[in-house]
Every structure is written in structure tokens, then in C-alpha cells.
């Protein structure tokens, strides 16, 4: 049946990646992307994996939790390494039947292959490691710069609690729907496409509704408190750095230069 | 931004993210999910307010929540190689819904915001899928584009036809979305 569990990807836990400061973390997520897209390298990717891979055992996380994370695209980048591998032109190296496998297209997939892996794996490690909650604090803090740009960061991280409050009511009542149509004889799961539009009009159309009933609803209740959007506001736990904070911080930039001078310089296996 | 577009935006975030979890199975094994309608009846309904639906909807992806089809979630769906698709939701939102509030909500300002939002999608969404896995554009669009056009504009049609229920369904049910 249908399931969004709103704890989403996170992990309970106490290490200290967990007890870094969420902005830290995402800070280190931007680092970590900019790198997959900067090297293009197989030997600087698999330092990087590498790097990542250490913090996952610093965080406590179990390596077959891996999978999670890279669950999503197995399919995708199955079907990307086969184009890569068979037809990217270049210096022959094997060949099977028609199909030719060429050093560029070696090393072509393996890029591909580590760029994802390593992608993949740093943003589980940041939803693994902090919860919905703490996200959305470090991302209206994080956004709260571009506010003077007229970017509504407030308004943003607002829309995302009331959203996070609503999943769990709005899953309960697409389960009743569909429950309600099918004890009516409503058959959701064979017959022809004209029929399956049919049954979709008896669950959409009440959903939407009851939806945007609870969304008036609410504006009138939020209204009627003399609720004010962009009135300055506090929190009931304040996001603050800490020296591990510093530290992280300090260690990004300094991991994020020595490959930016690793490409730059272009040495060491600069043949990969 | 007012305090209704804030409220609508995020309960359309909230009906993408159940919607996208609904997969219907087709005969060809194509799992037909129903996130697409809510993306169509965001643009229909509210116009350019779908915009921050959508927005806050990638957000809910990216903090982690299941959100995505097949209960994916996390910023690597968005940064991976389908991450282009879903950004294209976004700026369909903006984009679509500007063209239906242009129109006044009237049937062709609609049919043109469906061709609109499926090009700014598929464009999008190629040249991420093309730009992450290192694939020449043409092989992008074979893989990731062509497959999906014929049940896409059938889902932009009955997209169209609830539209029109829905519209008749929430006046009478007194709930006014732009006024």
C-alpha cells in the first residue's frame, strides 16, 4: 500500500556526524558535488570515494545500507554503463561479436560509475545522519542570505512544515479512497487503460478536495491568530556551531584545494 | 507571498508526494504513477502558485522523504541522472502556470501549458540525464524521451478532463483557490 514515512531516510543515532551542525553538513554535500563534477579523473573519484566512505564508518552507518542509497539509479546507470562501455569510439581493446570495447569507453564508464556512487552516497549520508526537522532549520538559515534578493526563505521552510504535517493525514485518506472504491467493486489493477482513467476520477477528484479544504481551513485558523508572514520569529532549539563544526569546515576547504591542485597541477596518474 | 499561496503550495507538495506513491501497473510493465496529474492539476488549478508546490515538494525530496516515484527520495535522486525531470516540474510550475493565468484558466491557455510544461520537462530532464552519465544528447532523448511522449499526452488529456470535474466539484464545495 501506499507508505511515505516521514521520518524519511534518517537514522537515530549519536556519532559525531550526527552531532555536526546540519549547515556543516550541507556545506560538505555542495563540497563533495562540485568535486564529482570537477575531476575527471579515475584515480582523484576514488580518493574521493574513499573520503566518503570513511566518514559513512565515522557516522556509524552499516555498509549494507549503501544499497539504499544507490537503489534509485541501479537501473539507470546499468543501462548508462553499457552505452558508455560499447559505444564510445576510440583505441579498440576487446571485442565481442559486433560489439567493440574501447579504452576510452573503459574509462569513460568507470568515471560515470564513481561519480554516481560518490554523488549517490554523500547525499544519503546527509538525510541518514539529520533529521526532516533539523534540514528544514538548516536550509531556512542557510537560505536566509538570499532573502535580501527577495528569496522567501521564511515562506519556504514554512510550506515544507505544514507539507511534512500533511503527508501522513493526506496517505491515511488516499488509503481509505482507494479501500472505499474497492469494497464498491472499483478494480484498480487490471482491465483496459479507458477504465483505469475511470477509476483514477473517483480518487483523484476527492483528494484534491478534501486537500485544498484543509488548506482553507487552515489559512482561515492561521489568519484568525493574526498570524503575520515574515514577522520575526524564534526557535525552540537554535541552531549553533560548535568547534567540530569549525573543524569540519576547516578540513572541507582543505580537501577541496589539494584537488583543485591535484587537477591544476595534472599530475600523479594523470593518464586516467 | 500571502499566507493562502503558502498553505495551497505546501498541500499541493503534500497530495504530489501521496500521488506519486499510487503506481498503477501497465500490461508493458511501465509502472504508471499518478505524480504527473498532480503536477498538471497544480498548473490548472492554482496556476503560478504550483511553483512553490513544486519547489517544496523537490525540498521534501531532498531532506530525505520518500517522496519521489517508486518511495524514492534523498538529493541524489535530484542531483542523479533523472534529477532533471523533477527540476522540470518546477519550472513548468512557473512557467505553465503563468501562460494558464494569462489565459484566465480557459481550456487552451490549459492545452498549451501541457505542450509547454512536457517540453520544458523533457528538456530539462535530457540534458541532466545526458550531462550526468556522460551520454551524447541524441542517445538522452532516445533513452529518456521518446518512450515516454505517447503516455504523456494521455496523461495530459485526462489531466485536462479532472481539471474540469475538479473545478465544478470545489465551487460546490465553496473552496475559492485565486481570489
Not at chain 1, 574513499?50 to 539509479?73: E, H, N
Not at chain 1, 483528494?207 to 485558523?221: H, Q, S, T, Y
Not at chain 2, 534529477?83 to 513548468?92: E, P, Q, V, W
Amino acid at each position: 500500500m501506499i507508505n511515505v514515512n516521514t521520518i524519511g531516510q534518517y537514522i537515530p543515532g549519536n556519532s559525531l556526524i550526527h552531532r555536526l551542525d546540519p549547515r556543516t553538513k550541507f556545506f560538505t554535500l555542495l563540497v563533495a558535488v562540485f568535486l564529482v563534477f570537477f575531476l575527471d579523473n579515475l584515480v582523484h573519484l576514488g580518493f574521493l570515494l574513499f573520503g566518503v566512505i570513511l566518514v559513512t564508518f565515522l557516522a556509524g552507518i552499516k555498509p549494507k545500507m549503501f544499497w539504499q542509497a544507490l537503489k534509485p539509479v541501479v537501473f539507470i546507470l546499468v543501462l548508462a554503463l553499457i552505452l558508455q562501455l560499447f559505444f564510445t569510439p576510440g583505441e579498440k581493446l576487446i571485442t565481442i561479436g559486433p560489439f567493440k570495447i574501447t579504452r576510452e569507453g573503459l574509462i569513460n564508464s568507470g568515471i560515470v560509475f564513481l561519480r554516481l556512487v560518490v554523488m549517490l552516497l554523500s547525499a544519503y549520508l546527509l538525510t541518514a545522519t539529520t533529521s526532516p526537522t533539523e534540514l528544514t532549520h538548516g536550509l531556512e538559515s542557510l537560505l536566509k542570505p538570499f532573502g535580501r534578493f527577495g528569496l522567501p526563505y521564511g515562506e519556504i521552510a514554512l510550506m515544507l512544515t505544514i507539507a511534512l504535517r500533511f503527508i501522513p493525514t493526506l496517505t491515511e485518506e488516499a488509503e481509505r479512497l482507494i479501500k472505499a472504491q474497492e469494497s464498491r467493486g472499483a478494480d484498480f489493477y487490471t482491465r483496459g487503460l479507458s477504465k483505469k482513467a475511470q477509476m483514477m476520477l473517483p480518487l483523484i477528484i476527492p483528494l484534491f478536495i478534501n486537500a485544498f479544504k484543509r488548506a482553507d481551513e487552515l489559512a482561515v485558523a492561521m489568519e484568525a491568530r493574526g498570524y503575520r508572514i515574515g514577522a520575526p520569529r524564534g526557535k525552540l532549539k537554535p541552531l549553533k556551531f560548535t568547534a567540530k563544526d569549525y573543524l569540519f569546515l576547516f578540513l572541507n576547504l582543505l580537501i577541496a584545494m589539494l584537488f583543485v591542485i591535484l587537477k591544476l597541477w595534472g599530475g600523479f596518474p594523470a593518464k586516467f | 507571498m500571502t499566507i493562502r499561496t503558502v498553505i495551497y503550495a505546501a498541500l499541493l507538495a503534500a497530495v504530489t508526494a501521496v500521488l506519486a506513491q499510487i503506481a498503477i501497473p501497465l500490461p508493458g510493465g511501465v509502472p504508471f504513477t499518478l505524480q504527473v496529474f498532480a503536477v498538471f492539476l497544480g498548473i490548472f488549478l492554482l496556476g503560478k502558485k504550483s511553483f512553490w508546490g513544486m519547489v517544496t515538494y523537490l525540498l521534501l525530496g531532498a531532506v530525505g522523504l520518500p517522496v519521489f516515484a517508486q518511495a524514492r527520495g534523498g538529493i541524489g535522486v535530484i542531483l542523479g541522472p533523472t534529477g532533471g525531470y523533477l527540476l522540470g516540474f518546477a519550472l513548468s510550475g512557473l512557467i505553465a502556470g503563468y501562460i494558464v493565468e494569462f489565459t484566465n484558466f480557459n481550456l487552451r491557455g490549459k492545452i498549451l501549458a501541457v505542450v509547454v510544461s512536457l517540453l520544458i520537462i523533457y528538456s530539462l530532464g535530457t540534458i541532466q540525464l545526458a550531462y550526468v552519465l556522460k551520454l551524447p544528447l541524441s542517445k538522452a532523448i532516445a533513452v529518456g524521451v521518446t518512450p515516454f511522449i505517447p503516455w504523456d499526452i494521455l496523461k495530459g488529456a485526462i489531466a485536462l478532463l479532472l481539471a474540469t470535474h475538479l473545478q465544478k466539484a470545489l465551487s460546490t464545495a465553496g473552496v475559492k483557490l485565486n481570489g
